[in-house]
């Protein structure tokens, strides 16, 4: 099977070599007497040459460093994440293969549960953002409290959505079955979030996962950067998203450019088996609490 080529030790010598090869071409060729285009020398051709196998170079070894990296993966991470249950959350951009390379090497990691809840394209537009407000503030379970001076919709929702999403400190409930139903099951209907039924219960840890993050333009970004640090300020959140989202505009570099830079974990490599590796790293670096059980001994109930 084919290997995604975005793995972060390929990014620098491949980016090199494109924009190696990108300088050649601009600068090489002149207009031709008739009004089209060629090359203006035998020394730009060769540069672009060299450039174009040195690019081709660097993808043969990161296919072969990811090869070896996916072979040993599960056996690196293995019961790293034993009592961790973990969400995985999914922006409308992420790539389905990352998604799921990434709950198959959560589950490798030990994490006794992983569930799936996925944000929609509304829930990161510019159209959705009053009413996405609107719903959290009607469907806020008891005790939560929304930042007065940041009214953004992201935040406002990560805020309304930690005591549902995420244990407490003592890895005890925050939020009671009805408060989350009643706010998830809010949020769904409204078309904002999409989940299976009985399968959302409060986790230890939440991992996004995401393309871009960019969403609507110069929106998307900084909707899903807002709610990912209102999580994090209750528990460990991870970001995963391709190379696009380190991009300028890419919801990694929003979270990095923010003032509270640093909460959130990111990793900017998912679809690459170092990247997922990486992921499962942060988390266990966050130390996030255990599973909650109840006295009998069972896990809390779901939604």
Known sequence: MAKN?????????????????????????????????????????EERDAAIVERDDANTRADAANGVVADLAAQVVDGSLADV?????????????????????????????VTRMGLTAKF?????????KDVVTSALPAGAELDEERRDPGYQAGQAMSPALLLGNDAGERANVADR????????DAGFIDYE???????????????SGEGAPAVGSRILADFAEALSADGTVVVAGEPAAKRAG?????????????????QAAVGDPAGRVGVIRAIVEKKPAPAGRSADGEAAPAE
């Open 5 to 45: 080529r975005s793995g972060a030790w390929s990014a620098g010598i491949t980016g090199a070599a494109l924009g190696v090869a990108a300088g050649a071409a601009l600068g090489a060729y002149v207009l031709a007497p008739g009004g089209g285009i060629e090359w203006g020398g035998g020394q730009a051709a």
């Open 85 to 113: 249950p973990v969400l995985l959350v999914t922006a409308p951009d992420a790539e389905a293969r990352s998604v799921d390379s990434m709950e198959a090497l959560l589950r490798d990691a030990g994490a006794p549960e």
């Open 124 to 132: 990161q537009s510019a159209e959705g953002a009053d009413e996405l």
């Open 181 to 188: 139903r009643l706010l998830l099951g809010s949020l769904r």
């Open 197 to 211: 039924d009985g399968t959302m219960r409060p986790t230890a840890a939440v991992v996004i996962v995401t393309g």
């Open 250 to 266: 890419g919801v990694i570099d929003v979270l990095e450019k923010s003032a509270t830079a640093g909460s959130v974990a990111t």
